[in-house]
């Protein structure tokens, strides 16, 4: 009888412990601060400008000063236009735009290297945005970019905003799960010698 609830209590805290651990690996995971992400501006499918854009707190990471000036992506913009890139968040708003053609294949950017630490990776999004017809059906992605499509769309002489929320799944890497399950194999051992002996 106690050597089954030695067992009932090894386990009951192997358990305990397991959610720990992963909580924990979850709660390090799910952000951008600090990583590289680099943004692409494509136009009929070729690159016009790329940069790489340090995610940091301040806002925005990127401001880019209009009239196809600057260097890497912010040549490829007629007005003002700024990044502010968050934990789980990419923004962008230019001053004012003009119409893409329809004949183009791609218009848009292509935001890659995005790397949530932890085992995370994007599994889908959040489209909030002031630019007439672009949809959630404009927006492509993989587990590590997101990319949207303004082809053919008539972008307004006013400031408009493309907000993407992003969505995250974490998957523990295999040699935090090794090291878990080797921990819980050893306090169980260590449980059931204690409980053995008595």
Do not use: Q
């Not at 290297?113 to 002031?130: P, Q, R, V, Y």
């Not at 992003?166 to 204690?194: K, Q």
């Amino acid at each position: 009888m106690t050597r089954h609830r030695g067992y009932r209590l090894a386990w009951l805290v192997a358990a305990i412990l397991a959610v720990f651990v992963l909580e924990c690996h979850v709660a390090r995971a799910n952000s951008l601060i600090g990583d590289t992400v680099t943004a692409t501006y494509l136009h009929n499918s070729a690159v016009v400008g790329s940069s790489n854009i340090l995610v940091e707190s301040p806002f925005p990471e990127l401001s880019c000063p209009g009239g196809f000036s600057g260097t890497g992506i912010c040549g490829a913009f007629a007005e003002v236009t700024t990044f502010d890139i968050g934990a789980l968040k990419i923004d962008m708003n230019e001053d004012a735009g003009n119409a893409y053609s329809a004949g183009y294949t791609f218009n848009g950017v292509d935001f890659t290297n995005l790397n949530f630490g932890g085992g995370a990776h994007l599994t889908g999004f959040i489209l909030s945005t002031t630019l007439p017809g672009l949809t959630a059906s404009d927006i492509s992605f993989t587990s590590s970019s997101i990319a949207f499509n303004a082809a053919g769309l008539s972008f307004p002489d006013n400031s408009y905003d493309i907000d993407l929320t992003l969505i995250t799944s974490t998957v523990p890497e295999p040699s935090s799960l090794a090291l878990l399950g080797a921990s819980l194999v050893g306090f169980v051992f260590l449980r059931v010698r204690r409980s053995s002996r008595r």
